[in-house]
């Protein structure tokens, strides 16, 4: 594909930002925000998605059984861009990067129960060649994540009519899912926007049991949807990790403070030898160094023993990505079976 860096002008980012607000906003909703025709909206909106400089995709519905991890992936030489397209594959592997660093590849897993997760982790990965180590970290708890990252494109006002599109009271009781509710989530994966029509052709029931259901999932966070732009075009390129260790006793508040942070995408604590993992976007390499010192300063109880900086991301949430970051295609995020 070819590069289309300079593609992106003032109301395209604003746009974005107003999708990552209210992923499902109706076009006369966005363009009145924008100030545009409803029409040029989603005209704008088809043309970056077309290109794959922009898209809306959403994670597997969120279950009481749910079981995640991070896993990192020490390759033979030369073997880490293999190895990473090969597991872009599986369902299960929500976001996979090759990094420099202390791991040649590290790899989001999301699965929907203990069983899915142990079966993946340690069937699917003794049939991957090239491994030469695999550490895995299972998730505890994200007290961010990626779909609450924002471009910071709009003014206060417009944030603020955006996110009253957007509000919506769950009774917070994640319920169990049903083969319907899976269908609608696997859809919106792939298209965030796919009509309520398409959702209930796909789920073989009714425009109104896909509305309703589609409501309380939303409303519950059972499903999250996030419109992700192509990084590079962002104004954060640089994409790092940080791994650290902070004591039990000040976890909960550092966490909650990390997660403060405008450049911190997701904060993640886990069970092993690091109990929090950050993801961040930065505008440059050397904000990797300033900002650990920010945080060093900032965060006494926080101790980061290591960091990677993403040289090649190769999937994002379900979404294939080329050597340029934009989306080429989806995989399927129906994570219910190993492949």
């Known amino acids: 594909m070819q590069d289309q860096a300079t593609a992106l002008d003032e109301l395209d980012l604003q746009l974005v930002n107003a999708l990552q607000i209210a992923p499902r906003a109706a076009w006369a909703q966005v363009g009145a925000v924008l100030g545009i025709d409803p029409v040029t909206a989603a005209r704008r909106w088809a043309r970056l998605e077309r290109s794959g400089l922009a898209w809306i995709s959403g994670y597997p519905p969120i279950s009481p059984t749910q079981a995640n991890a991070f896993v990192e992936i020490e390759c033979e030489p ?62 505890v708890r994200a007290y961010t994540e990626a779909s609450r990252w924002r471009l910071r494109a709009l003014d206060h006002d417009q944030v603020a009519r955006m996110r009253r599109e957007a509000d919506e009271a769950g009774d917070r009781a994640p319920g169990p899912l049903s083969d319907a509710d899976w269908t609608i989530a696997v859809a919106l994966a792939a298209d965030g926007r796919t009509s309520v029509g398409a959702l209930a052709e796909a789920a073989a029931t009714s425009t109104s049991t896909v509305r309703r259901r589609l409501a309380r999932l939303i409303a519950n966070q059972q499903l999250r949807l996030r419109c992700e732009l192509a990084r590079k075009l962002s104004g954060w390129p640089v994409y790092a990790w940080f791994f650290a260790r902070v004591s039990p006793a000040h976890l909960e508040e550092t966490a909650r403070a990390l997660a403060r942070i405008p450049e911190v995408r997701a904060v993640t604590s886990t069970a092993g030898p690091y109990n929090l993992i950050i993801a961040v976007w930065l505008r440059s390499l050397i904000d990797v160094q300033e900002l650990e010192t920010h945080m060093a300063r900032r965060l006494p109880h926080l101790d980061i023993v290591d960091r990677s900086i993403v040289v090649r991301p190769v999937k994002l949430v379900g979404r294939l990505l080329d050597e340029h970051g934009y989306a080429t295609g989806t995989v399927s995020l129906d994570t219910r079976r190993c492949p």
């Open 78 to 139: 030369g073997r880490g861009l293999t190895v990473a397209r090969e597991l872009a594959t599986d369902p299960q592997a929500m976001t996979v990067d090759v990094t420099a660093g202390g791991r040649d590849v590290l790899v989001t897993v999301n699965t929907p129960s203990p069983e899915v997760l142990s079966g993946y982790l340690l069937d699917r990965m003794t049939r991957v060649e090239h491994l030469r180590q695999v550490r895995s970290h299972l998730v």
